[in-house]
């Protein structure tokens, strides 16, 4: 018989208190559950309704469609990031965003560890490899800003490194938008416990299981690290050019209908509908860091 595999179990210190979370065991701490919601100074109590959800998504998935006929018929190109801690819905956004978009024009990009080639490159080199060409829009599921987050926090490059990227993004991104790219960065911010909640959520939903790695777990005791290198990127590569765009997403509802919003609002496409696409939720959706403040 084989050896029974090692409880994933992690000591973590909140608001002073320590408390052990093991994402294995089937009950979540109910601390976790009445506080995930409102963690980290969440403006709402309760989610949005999913029908108010899908009513809404809808008219904006529509704008999205011409927002393609738009693309297509001029040759211009749009670029998004979405940037943010693990089980911060980037990938979900992602897919509301684009689900109904022509995927022939419509290109989501997730890359993997660099190869031992692509290690040996210039950092933003295979990310530029993957760019909009013309008609094209691009979502990014995590990009160059790898090197802002996990990798000084996970020792996964130098602390020269750390600091030569921070003063290189604003300059190849200015290249980005001198170039006529329509570019967005989203920076999905949640709070600790819907993060412990979603974590334990997928270890025990055998359809989202292979979502949390070895490395997720190894990051819930670093959350005020990943804190500390979330602030100096927003200070460092926030510019007028290319701002970035932060979302409090503890409901993943309002994070995507905002963010998909801001996306619609921006572009001045043909046969733009303002009253179908709404406003934004300035609790929600900010620029900078100031909606975290």
Same mark, same amino acid.
């Given at each position: +018989?084989?050896? =029974?595999?090692?409880?994933?179990?992690?000591?973590?210190?909140?608001?002073?208190?320590?408390?052990?979370? !093991?994402?294995?065991?089937?009950?979540?701490?109910?601390?976790?559950?009445?506080? $995930?919601?409102?963690?980290?100074?969440?403006?709402?109590?309760?989610? &949005?309704?999913?029908?108010?959800?899908?009513?809404?998504?809808?008219?904006?998935?529509?704008?999205?469609?011409?927002? =393609?006929?738009?693309? =297509?018929?001029?040759?211009?190109?749009?670029?998004? &990031?979405?940037?943010?801690?693990?089980?911060?819905?980037?990938?979900?956004?992602?897919?509301?965003?684009? $689900?109904?978009?022509?995927?022939?024009?419509?290109?989501?990009?997730?890359?993997?560890?660099?190869?031992?080639?692509? $290690?040996?490159?210039?950092?933003?080199?295979?990310?530029?490899?993957?760019?909009?060409? *013309?008609?094209?829009?691009?979502?990014?599921?995590?990009?160059?800003?790898?090197? $802002?987050?996990?990798?000084?926090?996970?020792?996964? #490059?130098?602390? @020269?490194?750390?600091?030569?990227?921070?003063? =290189?993004?604003?300059?190849?991104?200015?290249?980005?938008?001198? !170039?006529?790219?329509?570019?967005?960065?989203?920076?999905?911010?949640?709070?600790?416990?819907?993060?412990?909640?979603?974590?334990? !959520?997928? #270890?025990?939903?055998?359809?989202?299981?292979?979502?949390?790695?070895?490395?997720?777990?190894?990051?819930?005791? @670093?959350?005020?690290?990943?804190?500390?290198?979330?602030?100096? +990127? &927003? @200070?460092?590569?926030?510019?007028?050019?290319?701002?970035?765009?932060?979302?409090? *997403?503890?409901?993943?509802?309002?994070?995507?209908?905002?963010?998909?919003?801001?996306? &619609?609002?921006?572009? !001045?496409?043909?046969?733009?509908?303002?009253?179908?696409?709404?406003?934004?939720?300035?609790?929600?959706?900010?620029?900078?860091?100031?909606?975290?403040?």
């Amino acid at each position: +018989m084989g050896a =029974q595999a090692e409880s994933r179990a992690v000591e973590l210190d909140i608001h002073g208190v320590k408390h052990i979370f !093991d994402v294995d065991d089937p009950v979540l701490p109910g601390w976790i559950d009445e506080e $995930a919601l409102t963690s980290g100074g969440y403006p709402y109590k309760k989610k &949005l309704k999913e029908g108010d959800y899908q009513d809404e998504l809808k008219a904006l998935q529509i704008e999205l469609i011409k927002v =393609q006929f738009w693309l =297509q018929a001029t040759g211009k190109r749009v670029m998004a &990031l979405f940037e943010g801690r693990d089980a911060a819905g980037k990938g979900g956004s992602i897919a509301a965003t684009s $689900a109904h978009m022509n995927p022939r024009l419509a290109r989501v990009v997730a890359l993997t560890k660099p190869t031992d080639r692509e $290690a040996g490159q210039w950092y933003f080199q295979r990310y530029v490899a993957r760019f909009p060409t *013309a008609g094209e829009f691009v979502l990014f599921d995590r990009s160059w800003y790898n090197r $802002a987050g996990v990798e000084p926090v996970m020792g996964f #490059c130098t602390p @020269k490194q750390y600091e030569q990227f921070l003063k =290189q993004a604003p300059q190849m991104e200015k290249l980005i938008v001198q !170039d006529g790219i329509y570019f967005f960065k989203f920076y999905l911010d949640i709070g600790r416990e819907m993060q412990l909640k979603r974590f334990h !959520d997928r #270890c025990h939903d055998p359809r989202a299981v292979w979502k949390l790695s070895s490395m997720d777990i190894a990051a819930l005791s @670093k959350w005020k690290d990943y804190s500390e290198k979330r602030d100096r +990127m &927003l @200070k460092d590569t926030h510019t007028d050019y290319a701002p970035w765009t932060v979302v409090r *997403a503890n409901d993943k509802r309002r994070a995507r209908l905002n963010l998909i919003r801001h996306i &619609l609002l921006t572009l !001045d496409y043909d046969g733009k509908d303002k009253n179908a696409i709404g406003k934004i939720d300035e609790k929600i959706l900010g620029q900078g860091s100031d909606i975290l403040s």
